[in-house]
């Protein structure tokens, strides 16, 4: 298998620049939202592993898995895997849960990680991914020629998020929710970044697909399955009297005489 194309910087080293704070406030909020209330057994984060994206879910068990273990973990997991991301060391239909920050872009095969997510995942059990999109004005500045580059990893390697849709579809994935984020231009200073805030909610109303990131959440669907869940009915409402009429009935059974009575 070759190797992937070498990050320009070291993504823990570029989490710790303001830019990498700005998305990282950006993906956390989007992860705490969609994990929230996805209900199973068993989590599992791939990747990025001084983070914890599963911290608001409520499973169980929750793992992570990836290329490298932390020394610190930035969680209490239940289990810490060394595998590949393209190769998970994981039973077919074994997860409820998967969280894949940044994972497809860090890998020379994307779509074998994402089929590796397919075949561990139940039915109707569900990923959430975040990435760089290529065509924010933060990619747009890679492409200018002497500018520095302002992400951790290489255009090449970016999936967008119309090709993330593709690749999703024919693995029989259903995205259900998704979210652009961080317009403000690729300012190297907090200060700059904060007279820029205004640019979150103009951009998600007026250039929304301009996000220098995107998290996205799907199911996997099975054909001929899908989750059961409770359906509640109310009783219907008596109307009005008819508690009364029952009653006036039973007493008049109860004072009846046996047919076979004598007098």
């Known amino acids: 298998m070759s190797k992937p194309q070498s990050p320009i910087v070291d993504f823990e080293q570029w989490r710790q620049s303001e830019l990498g704070q700005y998305v990282q406030r950006f993906e956390q909020t989007c992860f705490d939202k969609m994990v929230a209330d996805v209900f199973g057994y068993h989590a599992l984060q791939l990747g990025q592993p001084n983070l ?6 409520r499973m169980p ?26 190769f998970l060391p994981f039973d077919s239909q074994s997860v ?6 940044h994972g497809l872009e860090a890998s020379a095969h994307p779509h074998q990680v994402l089929r590796e ?24 500045r890679h492409r ?5 580059p302002c992400l951790p990893q290489p255009l090449q390697t970016q999936v967008s998020l119309p090709r993330l849709k593709d690749w999703l579809k024919l693995l029989s994935f259903e995205i259900e929710l998704g979210h652009f984020g961080c317009y403000a231009p690729p300012l190297r200073s907090q200060k700059w970044l904060d007279r820029f805030a205004f640019a979150e909610a103009a951009g998600n109303r007026w250039w929304p697909v301009c996000g220098a990131v995107y998290v996205v959440s799907a199911v996997k669907r099975v054909a001929g399955m899908r989750l059961i ?3 509640w009915k109310s009783a219907a409402p008596l109307r009005k009297g008819a508690r009364q009429t029952v009653g006036a009935t039973l007493q008049q059974k109860t004072s009846t005489k046996p047919f076979n009575e004598s007098d």
Not at 52 to 57: C, E, M, S
Request: proline fraction near 11%; hydrophobic fraction near 50%; charged fraction near 20%.
């Open 61 to 86: 068990f929750k793992a992570y898995a990836g290329a490298e273990l932390p020394a610190l973990p930035a969680a209490d997991w239940a289990g810490m895997v060394l595998a590949e991301p393209e």
């Open 144 to 148: 200018i020629p002497y500018l520095a």
């Open 229 to 231: 869940t409770p359906r």
């Open 52 to 57: 914890d994206l599963l911290r608001t879910n």
């Open 96 to 101: 409820d849960l998967l969280v894949l920050p």
């Open 117 to 140: 997510v397919e075949r561990v995942l139940v039915p109707e059990g569900r990923v959430v991914i975040s990435g760089f999109n290529p065509w924010s004005l933060w990619g747009v």
